[in-house]
């Protein structure tokens, strides 16, 4: 195996409405933090992604610099991270189609998000890329040769997948791929909606209310907060029988950082309006400087756009290496630089 160092690679789509506190919670932050213990992390907005499903042009094309001004104003620094964009390097795309051959039919059609984000539609105008959407995932990560691979809950079902696809290429064409790691964390991996519980707070559910956006103005964050469901009790608890209340709980550990007992035995004897008044102020403690950062960012679109060059860049060039060792491997020419 080449690569014995850790490496972090993960991804975020551009939406138009930007980032919600789940993508923070469950990705973002660990980004961050990896930062301080991994010296190559990539980070990617992944904007071949979002064309899984229709998708307006200029749309994507903004929805592309607010992602990157957000990871920034989040504290992704983009000198120590290759901060980039997913199109800018054309391996990502060849190597998806290597992958595409090595791949089963079987095995793209049994993922959750295929199935869920293709409900709805008649099976045969559900868009192709849907299915070959964890294909494009596995060569994000897979061009790099990335080891860790830090998501929410969600994309666990794709990790695997794409670790089955690393051994299935090694196990054809020789050791070239280390087997990425999933890091999900232990809390907040899976933030579910403020108007119901059970379903994964998410970009595309339609309902503004369902989600509380990192662009949010405070009075919105109070008002979402606010009006929140609970579960049917009075007493601030954690666990199965009060699924509403335990995501509130898990919001506030996450903005936080404290654990959810520290967080439980302040609040003790409270009811849930105290519970949500702090939480709101936690909340927009995270957001107020990172929404200040991101407007500053976004006022200066060519400094966004020479720092995404220089990302494509560095990102390009280990991309490529990689390819070209791919193309030995399988057979195919290798051209010259
Ligand atoms: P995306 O853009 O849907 O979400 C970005 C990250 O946020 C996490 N996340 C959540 N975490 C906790 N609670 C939630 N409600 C929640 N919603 C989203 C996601 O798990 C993700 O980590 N396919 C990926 C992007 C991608 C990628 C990759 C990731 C493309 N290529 C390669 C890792 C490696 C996606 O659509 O994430």
């Given at each position: 195996?080449?690569?014995?160092?850790?490496?972090?690679?993960?991804?975020?789509?551009?939406?138009?409405?930007?980032?919600?506190?789940?993508?923070?919670?469950?990705?973002?932050?660990?980004?961050?933090?990896?930062q301080?213990?991994?010296?190559?992390?990539f980070?990617?907005?992944?904007?071949?992604?979002?064309?899984?499903?229709?998708?307006?042009?200029?749309?994507?094309?903004?929805?592309?610099?607010?992602?990157?001004?957000?990871?920034?104003?989040?504290?992704i620094?983009?000198?120590?991270?290759?901060?980039?964009?997913?199109?800018?390097?054309?391996?990502?795309?060849q190597?998806?189609?290597?992958?595409?051959?090595?791949?089963?039919?079987?095995?793209?059609e049994?993922?959750?998000?295929?199935?869920?984000?293709?409900?709805?539609?008649?099976?045969?105008?559900?868009?192709?890329?849907l299915?070959?959407?964890?294909?494009?995932?596995?060569?994000?990560?897979?061009?790099?040769?990335?080891?860790?691979?830090?998501?929410?809950?969600?994309?666990?079902?794709?990790?695997?997948?794409?670790?089955?696809?690393?051994?299935?290429?090694?196990?054809?064409?020789?050791?070239?791929?280390?087997?990425?790691?999933?890091v999900i964390?232990?809390?907040?991996?899976?933030?579910?909606?403020?108007?119901?519980?059970?379903?994964?707070?998410?970009k595309?559910?339609?309902?503004?209310?369902?989600?509380?956006?990192?662009?949010?103005?405070?009075?919105?964050?109070?008002?979402?907060?606010?009006?929140?469901?609970?579960?049917?009790?009075?007493?601030?608890?954690?666990?199965q029988?009060?699924p509403?209340?335990s995501?509130?709980?898990?919001?506030f550990?996450?903005?936080?950082?404290?654990?959810?007992?520290?967080?439980?035995?302040?609040?003790?004897?409270?009811?849930?309006a105290?519970?949500?008044?702090?939480?709101?102020?936690?909340?927009?403690?995270?957001?107020?400087?990172?929404?200040?950062?991101?407007?500053?960012?976004?006022?200066?679109?060519?400094?966004?756009?020479?720092?995404?060059?220089?990302?494509?860049?560095?990102?390009?060039?280990?991309a490529?290496?990689?390819?070209?060792?791919?193309?030995?491997?399988?057979?195919?020419?290798?051209?010259?630089?």
């Amino acid at each position: 195996m080449r690569t014995a160092m850790a490496r972090v690679f993960s991804g975020v789509q551009p939406t138009g409405e930007g980032p919600h506190i789940g993508n923070y919670i469950g990705a973002f932050r660990h980004w961050v933090d990896l930062q301080k213990t991994h010296e190559e992390c990539f980070y990617c907005v992944v904007d071949l992604h979002a064309m899984t499903l229709p998708w307006d042009p200029k749309a994507l094309k903004e929805g592309v610099r607010r992602t990157a001004a957000t990871l920034i104003a989040t504290g992704i620094d983009p000198e120590r991270s290759v901060l980039f964009v997913q199109s800018d390097v054309a391996e990502h795309t060849q190597l998806t189609w290597v992958l595409t051959c090595l791949a089963r039919m079987g095995e793209l059609e049994r993922m959750t998000q295929f199935k869920e984000k293709g409900r709805g539609n008649e099976r045969d105008s559900v868009p192709a890329g849907l299915l070959a959407y964890p294909l494009l995932m596995a060569a994000d990560v897979l061009v790099y040769r990335a080891t860790h691979v830090p998501v929410g809950e969600d994309q666990r079902q794709h990790l695997e997948l794409m670790r089955d696809l690393a051994i299935r290429f090694n196990s054809r064409f020789g050791d070239t791929f280390p087997v990425p790691d999933a890091v999900i964390g232990r809390q907040g991996a899976r933030i579910m909606s403020l108007d119901d519980p059970t379903q994964k707070m998410s970009k595309s559910s339609g309902r503004p209310a369902s989600t509380l956006g990192m662009l949010d103005p405070p009075n919105v964050v109070r008002k979402k907060i606010a009006r929140a469901v609970t579960d049917s009790g009075r007493e601030v608890r954690y666990g199965q029988d009060s699924p509403a209340v335990s995501n509130l709980l898990d919001i506030f550990s996450g903005v936080t950082g404290r654990s959810v007992a520290e967080l439980m035995a302040d609040l003790e004897g409270q009811g849930y309006a105290p519970l949500k008044a702090a939480l709101a102020e936690a909340v927009l403690a995270v957001l107020t400087p990172f929404q200040a950062r991101y407007t500053e960012l976004m006022g200066d679109p060519a400094q966004l756009d020479e720092l995404l060059d220089r990302g494509a860049k560095r990102a390009q060039s280990f991309a490529a290496d990689t390819f070209r060792e791919v193309r030995e491997r399988i057979g195919l020419r290798v051209p010259p630089r």
